[in-house]
Nanobody, 121 residues
Framework: QVHLVESGGGLVQAGGSLRLSCAAS????????MGWYRQAPGKQRELVAS???????NYVDFVKGRFAISGDNAKDSVYLQMNSLKPEDSAVYYC???????????????WGQGTQVLVSS
């Protein structure tokens, strides 16, 4: 099984910063990409940023210039540095990993339990 554990959420004032961390553990062959999604109350879960094992990054427009995603392949970890936070960034942030468990399996998506980010105005 694959387990993703997030940390780093919390309450911050508008304009402040937070750094989210996510580490994967368990038994698997390889992780091809990791990313961060978020879900605000009453809204669908949406992609925030992702990074491939090779280091290619992808950001949605509303975080470009404010958030930075990075990864550590040796630690099977991904990080999200969030700067210039806005109240509309408040949501539960979920870590995602696309994982191949073994050589006979296809890639599957795994999720963390989520970490709350609250940005006060």
């Amino acid at each position: 099984q694959v387990h993703l554990v997030e940390s780093g959420g919390g309450l911050v004032q508008a304009g402040g910063s937070l750094r989210l961390s996510c580490a994967a553990s368990g038994s698997f062959l390889t992780i091809t990409s990791m990313g961060w999604y978020r879900q605000a109350p009453g809204k669908q879960r949406e992609l925030v940023a992702s990074i491939t094992r090779g280091g290619m990054t992808n950001y949605v427009d509303f975080v470009k210039g404010r958030f930075a995603i990075s990864g550590d392949n040796a630690k099977d970890s991904v990080y999200l540095q969030m700067n210039s936070l806005k109240p509309e960034d408040s949501a539960v942030y979920y870590c995602n990993a696309r994982v191949r468990v073994n050589i006979d399996s296809s890639f599957g998506d795994y999720w963390g339990q989520g970490t709350q980010v609250l940005v006060s105005s």
